[in-house]
């Protein structure tokens, strides 16, 4: 079974690569177009979501459980059966965590996890990697959330990799790989910090 260095993790994210388990393997993807999502006034909050915010009800949490978010996120669904987030890329992620690199925001209702999001935090990028929801919109509250803190924090780059009909509501565009690049040139010049 591969292991990774996160080392050699962080590295790939400054080139725009990350990883993906597959039957025991590490893959490496760099896609061509790839997704992202502004965060600028391009970043749109549905109508219904921002209402359910002003609603309340939920607290919001940032690392607090981060292990727990990864393995909610690798939990068989209904038209995902198979996880590419396996043990070694469970690990390696945990590590990026407890050195600062990897972060997740978390929904949660009367104390129990209930949605929320993770992903790699490297100079002005934060690189997405997955979401889960166990109650309606938690995960979307959990985005919200997010872009939020990266644009206080000063982040310039906020990738998700690939397209799905819930991040394009949001306001995701795809842009070619030349054009990914040469954001993340940029973004890796950028001292930001998510906490």
Request: glycine share 8%; proline share 5%.
């Amino acid at each position: 079974m591969d292991v990774i260095d996160p080392n050699i993790l962080l590295n790939a994210y400054s080139q725009g690569i990350f990883p993906m388990g597959e039957d025991g393997e590490i893959y490496w993807y760099d896609p061509d177009p790839r997704t992202i999502l502004p965060l600028d006034d391009g970043f749109h909050v549905p109508r219904s979501l921002a209402k359910r915010i002003r609603k309340g009800g939920f607290e919001i949490r940032y690392s607090s459980d981060f292990r727990a978010v990864m393995q909610a996120c690798a939990t068989p669904a209904p038209g995902r059966e198979q996880t590419w987030i396996t043990e070694p890329i469970l690990d390696v992620y945990c590590a990026l965590n407890r050195h600062g690199f990897a972060h997740s925001v978390e929904t949660w209702i009367d104390g129990e996890l209930v949605g929320g999001l993770y992903g790699v935090a490297l100079q002005g990028l934060f690189a997405g990697e997955s979401m889960f929801s166990k109650v309606t919109d938690s995960s979307k509250i959990a985005l919200v959330y997010l872009v939020q803190r990266l644009r206080e924090n000063g982040y310039v780059l906020l990738d998700t990799q690939f397209t799905t009909s819930h991040l394009q509501r949001f306001g995701a565009t795809e842009i070619s790989r030349a054009a990914y690049k040469r954001r993340l040139q940029v973004a890796m010049q950028v001292p930001a910090k998510f906490t």
